[in-house]
């Protein structure tokens, strides 16, 4: 993906992978061990040029990561480029239970979870059961 728009893994600030294995297929290694040895092997070095993180997992986060985007589309805060065609399409198909369309929407949820989550403006900001903010974002 990277080499599709010429980004060299140089210019990477932040990666966050997620935390699962590749499947049956892939032996069981953990997907961003994958990523790292396909990084390596893309830059010929030994060492990464940037930290892949582990998505932030646990009670509750799909829902806040979903409230959280949504909240970020709304304020104008996040746009997605118009040559992730992949993303818009699972953005604007995705009712919930859709396996294909669940990855790229996974992806920029754990992306944008990570980023946003200690930005001014979103710091500590909380949801209610029905997606509104509940407390003032400082």
Do not use: W
């Not at 892949?52 to 646990?58: D, E, L, N, P, T």
């Not at 399409?89 to 992806?107: C, M, R, V």
Request: glycine share 10%; net charge positive; charged share 25%.
């Amino acid at each position: 993906m990277l080499g599709r728009h010429n980004i060299h893994p140089r210019e990477v600030d932040l990666a966050v992978g997620d935390i699962n294995t590749t499947g049956k297929g892939g032996g069981g290694i953990k997907v961003n061990d994958a990523l790292a040895d396909a990084i390596r092997r893309q830059t010929k070095t030994k060492s990464l040029p940037f930290v892949i993180r582990s998505a932030r997992k646990g009670r509750g986060s799909v829902m806040y990561g979903s409230r959280l985007i949504n909240y970020c589309f709304r304020r104008g805060d996040l746009t997605v480029h118009p040559r992730c065609k992949t993303l818009i399409h699972s953005l604007q198909h995705f009712k919930g239970h859709e396996e294909d369309l669940k990855h790229p929407l996974d992806a920029m949820r754990y992306a944008s979870s990570y980023i946003l989550s200690n930005k001014k403006g979103y710091f500590r900001l909380r949801f209610d059961t029905h997606g509104e903010m509940t407390t003032n974002a400082r």
